[in-house]
Nanobody
């Protein structure tokens, strides 16, 4: 069965950094695109960053220049390096498997359980 497991969340002060990890099993990692979403209670999930099979990356405007998505196919893991964190980055962050269509990332419906990121002011 497909499983995605996030880790690396926590409580940090504004301006700090965190690195989130997502480890996948039950899939051929290298032929999948992946994305990070985040969700604040009461809001819809927001696509934060995505990465394609050849390393193409997309970022939400709100995180450009601060977040970096990457992948390590040998470890079946993708990462989200988050720097210069702001209180508005506070959310539950989710790992997803997906694909690119016409340059846009779309989840294929597989989600991790999420990891909480809290940024204090």
């Amino acid at each position: 069965q497909i499983q995605l497991v996030e880790s690396g969340g926590g409580l940090v002060q504004a301006g700090g950094s965190l690195r989130l990890s997502c480890t996948a099993s039950g899939i051929t990692f290298s032929i999948n695109a992946f994305g990070w979403y985040r969700q604040v209670p009461g809001n819809q999930r927001e696509l934060v960053a995505s990465i394609g099979t050849a390393g193409t990356t997309n970022y939400a405007d709100s995180v450009k220049g601060r977040f970096t998505i990457s992948r390590d196919n040998a470890k079946n893991t993708m990462y989200l390096q988050m720097n210069s964190l702001k209180p508005e980055d506070t959310a539950v962050y989710y790992c997803t498997r997906g694909r690119f269509s016409s340059g846009r990332y779309f989840t294929l419906g597989t989600w991790g359980q999420g990891t909480q990121v809290t940024v204090s002011s």
